[in-house]
């Protein structure tokens, strides 16, 4: 398989009857990129319409939300470039080379450079590369902690947003080597990721530093992405250190001013607000 396979979603799709390589259920395994082909190929299947679309007409256009899977050309003057980060960010010397790890991570997985290249913007990946802002992701995810119906545009039943929450998996990932857990769609607090705070908070975070963090108890979503790439898979040290004062700085204000609005940047408190006029060119591209 080749980073051209990647790129088109029939090709990599077409792949999808293979057999897992664990039992189903049993844990989570890290995909840097190949999940979001099987989940918009899941898409359309049953709706008829690509990831990209769907998300476009379904998620982000109800919601005024400045994000794409799938740019168009008259987009990329606003794309600021990825700085790939200063050294790789995973080390397979020593590792089974028939492992998990080892096939994960080259089969294939390019530099963050290949985000620069225009077939890559134009291309429906998901899982890394879509392109929007922090503003725009805080706005996606306020869904969930909106009760699903932010601003009066009601995207989620809450009977599906307490699905998030059905823990599916709790243990070392074959591929990270760390400790998840996962409920539906997200990560959960677990040992892997010390910065969050226990309770029904799902997240996800990734290669370079980006994440979002949901907490329906405050109605708070926090976002944060970065054109500076860091070397970690699971975020970095600005990570943590964000997510931390953005939650030490919530429990003080859900003291003093419970469902009121408040905005700071790429976190959204009470409710879903407006998306505001950040560019693009402020988000990382892959």
């Given at each position: 398989?080749?980073?051209?396979?990647?790129?088109?979603?029939?090709?990599?799709?077409?792949?999808?009857?293979?057999?897992?390589?664990?039992?189903?259920?049993?844990?989570?395994?890290?995909?840097?990129?190949?999940y979001?082909?099987?989940?918009?190929?899941?898409v359309?299947?049953?709706d008829?319409?690509?990831?990209?679309r769907?998300?476009?007409?379904?998620?982000?256009?109800?919601?005024?939300?400045?994000?794409?899977?799938?740019?168009?050309?008259?987009?990329?003057?606003?794309?600021?470039?990825?700085?790939?980060?200063?050294?790789?960010?995973?080390d397979?010397?020593?590792?089974?080379?028939?492992?998990?790890?080892?096939?994960?991570?080259?089969?294939?997985?390019?530099?963050?450079?290949?985000?620069w290249?225009p077939?890559?913007?134009?291309?429906?990946i998901?899982?890394?590369?879509?392109h929007?802002?922090?503003?725009?992701?805080?706005?996606?995810?306020?869904?969930?902690?909106?009760?699903?119906?932010?601003?009066?545009?009601?995207?989620?039943?809450?009977?599906?947003?307490?699905?998030?929450?059905?823990?599916?998996?709790?243990?070392?990932?074959?591929?990270?080597?760390?400790?998840?857990?996962?409920?539906?769609?997200?990560?959960?607090?677990s040992?892997?990721?010390?910065?969050?705070?226990?309770?029904?908070?799902?997240f996800?975070t990734g290669?370079?530093?980006?994440?979002?963090?949901?907490?329906?108890?405050?109605?708070a979503?926090?976002?944060?992405?970065?054109?500076?790439?860091?070397?970690?898979l699971?975020?970095?040290?600005?990570?943590?250190?964000?997510?931390?004062?953005?939650?030490?700085?919530l429990?003080?204000?859900?003291?003093?001013?419970?469902?009121?609005?408040?905005?700071?940047?790429?976190?959204?408190?009470?409710?879903?607000g407006s998306?505001?006029?950040?560019?693009l060119?402020?988000?990382?591209?892959?």
């Amino acid at each position: 398989m080749t980073l051209a396979d990647v790129l088109d979603a029939p090709a990599s799709t077409a792949r999808a009857g293979q057999a897992p390589w664990w039992p189903p259920g049993s844990a989570s395994g890290y995909h840097p990129l190949n999940y979001s082909h099987l989940l918009g190929e899941l898409v359309r299947r049953i709706d008829g319409r690509t990831l990209g679309r769907f998300v476009a007409e379904g998620i982000t256009g109800p919601l005024g939300a400045d994000f794409r899977i799938g740019l168009p050309d008259s987009e990329f003057g606003r794309v600021a470039d990825v700085v790939p980060p200063p050294f790789p960010s995973s080390d397979l010397a020593g590792a089974d080379g028939d492992g998990v790890a080892v096939k994960t991570f080259t089969g294939p997985l390019g530099g963050a450079d290949q985000s620069w290249r225009p077939e890559w913007r134009r291309a429906e990946i998901g899982a890394a590369g879509g392109h929007g802002n922090a503003r725009s992701l805080a706005r996606i995810h306020s869904a969930i902690a909106c009760g699903g119906t932010p601003d009066g545009v009601r995207l989620l039943p809450p009977r599906t947003i307490d699905l998030i929450f059905e823990r599916q998996t709790d243990g070392p990932d074959p591929v990270l080597g760390a400790h998840l857990r996962f409920g539906l769609g997200f990560g959960l607090p677990s040992p892997a990721v010390p910065c969050l705070p226990e309770g029904r908070i799902p997240f996800w975070t990734g290669w370079g530093g980006p994440v979002v963090v949901i907490d329906p108890q405050r109605r708070a979503t926090v976002a944060y992405v970065m054109n500076r790439m860091g070397t970690g898979l699971l975020g970095d040290v600005r990570t943590a250190q964000y997510v931390k004062a953005v939650f030490a700085a919530l429990g003080e204000a859900t003291r003093h001013c419970c469902n009121e609005c408040h905005h700071t940047k790429g976190v959204i408190h009470g409710r879903a607000g407006s998306p505001g006029g950040d560019d693009l060119a402020r988000l990382k591209s892959a």
